[in-house]
C-alpha cells in the first residue's frame, strides 16, 4: 500500500473507531464496510470530517451476493456500495453496507446528506429492491410501473414473468404472462444432447 493510502486508512479509522467493521486496500483503493444501523453516521463524518471530505457521492448501487463464490458465499444477501470523491483532498474510497434482512431488505437514505443519491436509491429500489427508508420520492426508475419483481436479483427469471403488447383489438397496452420458448443458447459445437454423428 503506497503512504498516500496508509495516511487515508488511518484518517479513516481514526474518524470511525468503532462503527468501522471492516478495511481493505486493494488495487490502490481502499473499500469500508460499517453496519446498516451506523450508516448515516459513518456518511456524516466520511462528508464532514476534516481529514476525510467525502463531499461528491459519486456512485450508489445495489449488489445481489446470492450465488456469489459458486455458492460459498455465507454472508448477508444485499448490499449497497458507495463510492465517495473528495475533490478538495483528492481521494477516494468505497464503502459496503448489508442490508439487514434479505426478504425485505432496508438501509436509511443519503439523500440529505448527498442530493444526487436520489435517483442512484431509486435505481437500487427498482433493479434490487433494496428499500431505503425516508427516502422522499422512493419509486420505480427504469422498469414500467406495472412491472413485477426485480430484474437484477440474482432469482429473477432470465425472461421475466409477464411481457407487454399493445392489442390492435382493444387498442390499448394489455400485459399477458410470458410467451417466449425457453431454448438452448449453448453453441452447438460445446453441447452434444440432441446432435447425432452421422
Keep these: ?42 456518511c456524516r463524518t466520511l462528508r464532514d470530517a476534516p481529514a476525510l471530505k467525502f463531499e461528491q457521492l459519486i456512485d450508489l448501487c445495489g449488489v445481489d451476493y446470492a450465488e456469489y463464490g459458486e455458492g460459498t458465499w455465507t454472508g448477508s444477501r444485499y448490499a449497497v456500495v458507495y463510492h465517495f470523491l473528495s475533490i478538495s483532498l483528492n481521494q477516494r474510497v468505497r464503502l459496503r453496507v448489508f442490508a439487514q434482512e434479505e426478504d425485505f431488505p432496508v438501509l436509511p437514505t443519503v439523500v ?4 444526487v443519491a436520489n435517483w442512484f436509491e431509486r435505481e437500487a429500489f427498482d433493479l434490487f429492491g433494496i428499500m431505503f427508508e425516508g427516502h422522499p420520492d422512493l419509486r ?55 446432435f447425432h454423428n452421422g
Design 1 to 42: 500500500m503506497s503512504a498516500r493510502l496508509d495516511k487515508l486508512s488511518e484518517e479513516i479509522r481514526l474518524a470511525l473507531g468503532d462503527r468501522l467493521s471492516r478495511l481493505v486496500s486493494h488495487v490502490g483503493e481502499i473499500t469500508i464496510e460499517a453496519r446498516a444501523t451506523d450508516l448515516l453516521d459513518v
Design 112 to 115: 440529505d446528506l448527498w442530493p
Design 140 to 194: 420505480r426508475l427504469l422498469t414500467d410501473y406495472g412491472f413485477v419483481g426485480h430484474p437484477f436479483r440474482k432469482d429473477f427469471p432470465m425472461i421475466g414473468n409477464v411481457e407487454m403488447r399493445y392489442d390492435p383489438e382493444q387498442q390499448r397496452v394489455i400485459y399477458q404472462p410470458v410467451t417466449i420458448d425457453p431454448r438452448n443458447n449453448v453453441p452447438r459445437v460445446i453441447r452434444d444432447e440432441g
